[in-house]
């Protein structure tokens, strides 16, 4: 049990990602606050945890929100006398390149995909200092090498991967005993992935599925569970000397 009787919030714990790593989280013995912007889509993941024998408590999220990430947190701590794990996953992706994407298309994914993990690890801060926790910032290979039909979704997890390591040793020069780390998944299949991908046309989504197998050097795009594996690494104990690191999980997309 890797996270016994801690204490997890899971955003965007609705779907793909989030919802293999909040029940990997609960596995493994954490209690697990899935939130989503879509509550019935969290209540959902919450029902199947409790019906394997763990714990889970679904909320409803909107991460762009600084006034429900400061009552989420803190009515984590006085609900469950403490907060160790802070999964800040929840993200869209809008296709365009640097020419046609429109500033209220930029402006929507940065609020929810750098904004809202900015606003969620600064909440977490002010209440993890106290006795210390884990951050986890679900970036993507998308943060590390460029892409021309995703201009503002590269931007965006770009900046969580520096935000990341800024925060992480703002926390470590105070002393905080809170870890901040960044994973950067690679083309996982998730409904959001599927969907993004259907939003290129019949084909441009062609050439991009043809191109991102052959890229890969596994030869297949990765599962849910596999992002969520590395979680929980961060996540435990396991992982007390890291802190300001990117776990790469792509199948060797990045390593060419």
């Not at 939130?35 to 945890?49: C, F, K, P, T």
């Not at 801060?125 to 993507?140: D, L, Y």
Request: contains cysteine.
């Amino acid at each position: 049990m890797r996270v016994e009787k801690k204490v997890a919030l899971v955003t965007g714990g609705g779907s793909g990602i989030g919802a293999a790593t909040s029940h990997r989280l609960a596995e493994e013995g954490a209690l697990v606050v899935v939130s989503d912007i879509d509550l019935g889509a969290a209540e959902q993941v919450v029902n199947d945890i409790i019906a394997a024998g763990f714990q889970a408590e679904a909320h409803h999220q909107d991460v762009t929100d600084s006034i429900q990430w400061h009552d989420i947190v803190n009515g984590i701590v006085d609900d469950h006398g403490r907060f160790d794990i802070l999964v800040n996953n929840a993200g869209i992706v809008l296709t365009g390149t640097i020419e046609d994407t429109t500033l209220e298309d930029w402006r929507q994914i940065n609020a929810v995909n750098s904004e809202g993990v900015f606003l969620g690890t600064q909440a977490a801060i002010g209440v993890m200092k106290r006795a210390g926790g884990s951050i986890i910032n679900i970036s993507s290979i998308e943060g590390l090498v460029g892409d021309p039909l995703i201009a503002a979704y590269n931007a965006s997890k770009a900046a969580v991967r520096m935000m990341t390591k800024s925060a992480a040793l703002h926390c470590a020069e105070q002393g905080y005993g809170i870890r901040i780390n960044s994973v950067h998944p690679g083309f996982i299949e998730t409904p959001m992935v599927v969907n993004g991908v259907a939003a290129m046309g019949e084909e441009n989504a062609k050439a991009f599925q043809e191109y991102v197998l052959s890229s890969i050097p596994v030869g297949a795009m990765g599962k849910p569970r596999d992002i969520a594996n590395g979680v929980l690494f961060l996540a435990s104990d396991e992982s007390a000397y890291m802190t300001g690191s990117e776990l790469i999980i792509d199948g060797g997309f990045t390593a060419r």
